[in-house]
């Protein structure tokens, strides 16, 4: 009996079928209900496994990497006192400032207006490097603005329907943002890489870079507001005889298990 | 027959949907258990593909396409894909998956077969997903494209992580068939 002519034929059809009515959905737009609903379903389940295994997770990972994390707690009490003294400092100018800005008349600059999001689907497979978010466009969410999380870039907003949002990772080797040294405010260019990490890219050879100096927006591009924090600078991948300096970015986020998220308006 | 159903009209139809709410309620919960516990641990098993292979691998009945769409549809969701990626290539790999078993295939399906056919499987869906992917992107549907580097960059580790889990899977898939099987018989038993 022919292939055609079987029941198994007939049912592969079907699903061909019911594929291309998703397909139109999707083109059209029209999916973001279903999509919503779709994404609810296995919440519960997935919030009680997690809150199963975090904890189990944490205190093997923290038996194994005891003596690294006391190591750690050491270096951060310094940081974290040497930050205490800039702080009295940065209060001191900050006062000034306003002080300043009131004699000469000038405005205020805006805050950032966040919308608050959460993950409905994580990259859990690592497949896209995107996230879905549960605010769309009946929520003020358009394409292009930038998505942070504990005050760090994590993304861009690459399509948003009225109820879901898509959002690329900065760890797509497909994304990029115009970039800054807060220390010396010079621009630079950030590009994911394969789904593990940043590049600072497109800094000048002769200009000096450390370890641990913060990586901010710079702002050109009008979606995404300026200073706001990327990362940190980590190692220089670049040889010296490269047209441009190329630094590693260490951001602290864990893009993996993004929970809850700002869209920035 | 029933006293819901004096003809025995709907005795079918509750059959039928019975079964698919079984499967549907397994994929989610297993699309749960990827999403929040081998994800929380860093590892990247595909748990509804190990699903598929073995509904697909059975002879007797169709109910792989049901899996394929509804698994598909699922991680479409879930990675941001396209919608219709996966939902194409699952498919795709079922019906490829239960022709080899019911025309080629003579021989009772052992463990080696099925790793060779895991990692077969694997490697077809992720070029199957990549090409869907990228025919999205050319067509302007899609705003973005998988990148082919990191599937391959993956591939080992998703393949090791699946045949890991072939023989849980195996045992669960087995569950789930006899309890739907026995949810059959005792509607049949009762009309």
């Known amino acids: 009996m022919r292939f055609i002519y079987t029941k198994t034929f007939a049912i592969f059809s079907l699903c061909l079928v019911i594929i291309s009515i998703f397909v139109v959905l999707q083109v059209k737009g029209w999916i973001g209900p279903i999509k919503n609903a779709v994404l609810q379903s296995p919440r519960p389940v997935v919030y009680v496994v997690k809150h199963v295994t975090l904890p189990v997770k944490n205190f093997f990972t923290t038996l194994y990497q005891l003596r690294k994390i006391t190591k750690e707690n050491v270096a951060l009490s310094s940081k974290v006192i040497k930050l205490q003294q800039d702080l009295v400092g940065y209060e001191q100018e900050k006062k000034e400032n306003e002080a300043l800005r009131n004699e000469l008349g000038f405005a205020r600059s805006n805050e950032m207006s966040l919308i608050s999001c959460s993950v409905l689907a994580q990259n859990s497979f690592e497949i896209s490097d995107a996230v879905v978010l549960n605010c769309g466009t009946e929520h003020g969410v358009i394409e292009g603005q930038a998505v942070i999380s504990q005050g760090h870039l994590i993304g861009k907003v690459i399509y948003a329907n009225r109820n879901t949002s898509t959002v690329l990772l900065v760890t797509s080797s497909r994304f990029s943002t115009d970039a800054r040294l807060s220390k010396i405010s010079t621009d630079a260019v950030v590009r994911g890489s394969f789904g593990s990490g940043l590049i600072l890219d497109q800094l000048s050879q002769n200009i000096p870079v450390e370890k641990g100096w913060l990586v901010v927006t710079a702002g050109i591009n009008e979606k995404i507001p300026k200073n706001i924090i990327i990362g940190e600078v980590g190692d220089v991948v670049s040889t010296p005889n490269d047209l441009f300096k190329k630094t590693t970015l260490l951001s602290p986020i864990d893009f993996n298990n993004l929970e809850f998220v700002f869209v920035v308006k | ?191």
């Open chain 2, 1 to 191: 027959m029933s006293q819901r159903d004096p003809f025995g009209v709907f005795a079918d139809q509750d059959r039928y949907n019975m079964k698919y709410l079984i499967y549907t309620l397994t994929i989610i919960i297993l699309l749960a258990i990827n999403v929040g516990f081998f994800s929380t641990i860093n590892l990247m098993p595909n748990l509804l593909l190990i699903f598929l292979i073995f509904h697909s691998l059975d002879k007797e009945n169709n109910d792989f396409f049901f899996i394929a769409l509804a698994s598909g549809l699922l991680l479409d969701f879930y990675s941001a894909t396209f919608t219709g990626t996966f939902m194409l290539s699952f498919l795709i790999v079922g019906l490829i998956l239960h022709l080899l078993a019911t025309n080629v295939i003579v021989l009772e399906i052992n463990w080696k077969i099925m790793a060779v056919l895991s990692a077969a499987t694997l490697a077809l869906t992720d070029v199957l997903v990549w090409f869907f992917s990228w025919s999205a992107f050319k067509l302007g549907w899609a705003k973005y494209l998988i990148d082919i580097s990191m599937l391959r960059h993956r591939f080992l580790v998703d393949l090791v992580c699946n045949l890991l889990l072939l023989y849980p899977m195996y045992l669960l898939a087995g569950f789930i068939k006899s309890v739907v099987e026995n949810f059959q018989l005792r509607q049949r038993n009762k009309i």
